[in-house]
């Protein structure tokens, strides 16, 4: 029995052995395919890390105490609350004043580029139909010089001493021809399809120089160049063209 424990014994150092070379020769060939990089620091136990207290950060109970501190609310009366109060209602006036004068100065300026360029019209009859209807509002600019071209103008008629929005169909020097509903210039039909109540009215216009020729675009409910004493318009006369309808919104657009 003793020989048999002593040859147990025996073998199972023996296989320890082995064992041991075995895992140092796997390590060794492990270490020459992946070296281990120099200056690699040393993993520290957990017995070795030391836990460093932050002594800036207050506690709770710390932030308390310098609140009650440095706050004596007790100290703050009726007068200093008032005082405090009233600052603060005059810094709210000042900066609400500021707001409402800026404002006020936008809307100055706009109002003056606005009035300076442009002007509301409207037209208090059916003359215009259906381009313009009566009591429309319609965005119109002012004549500043410019050469003029066909559309549709504002301007004062010294015959009927009141001011007039009619459609321009005649410059300086055209020739206009009025035929069985047919508007001819200088030779040319002009394709009108503004023009539903037509009339068959007849004449020719030659427009002298610095005068223009205006005329509805209802030519059978229009009193217009075609029944004027004076037919023509003087340049100075004509106050603007024009533009796009303001009102009613739903019918919002430009005007050609």
Do not use: C
Not at 21 to 42: L, V
């Amino acid at each position: 029995m003793k020989n048999y424990i002593k040859k147990f014994v025996n073998y199972n150092k023996k296989s320890n052995l082995l064992y041991t070379k075995k895992i140092s020769k796997i390590k060794r060939d492990f270490a020459d395919i992946y070296p281990e990089p120099k200056n690699k620091k040393k993993p520290l136990l957990l017995e070795q890390i030391k836990i460093e207290e932050n002594y800036d950060i207050p506690t709770f109970n710390q932030k308390k105490e310098n609140i009650n501190t440095n706050v004596e609310w007790s100290s703050l009366n009726k007068e200093d609350l008032n005082s405090f109060t009233s600052s603060i209602n005059k810094q709210i006036l000042v900066s609400n004043f500021r707001s409402i004068a800026l404002t006020l100065l936008i809307a100055f300026i706009a109002v003056f580029i606005v009035n300076q360029f442009f002007f509301i019209l409207s037209v208090p009859s059916s003359s215009m139909e259906p381009t313009m209807n009566p009591n429309e509002k319609f965005l119109t600019t002012k004549i500043m010089g410019e050469e003029l071209d066909y559309g549709i103008y504002g301007f004062y008629s010294d015959e009927l001493d009141m001011r007039l929005v009619k459609r321009l169909v005649g410059k300086p020097g055209d020739v206009i021809e009025f035929d069985k509903g047919k508007l001819i210039r200088n030779g040319e039909e002009v394709v009108e399809d503004y023009v539903l109540y037509d009339s068959y009215f007849s004449g020719t216009y030659t427009v002298p120089e610095n005068k223009y020729l205006f005329i509805g675009d209802n030519r059978s409910n229009s009193i217009d160049a075609r029944f004027w004493k004076d037919p023509y318009i003087e340049k100075d006369k004509i106050i603007g063209k024009v533009l796009l309808r303001i009102h009613p919104y739903f019918r919002f657009g430009l005007i050609e």
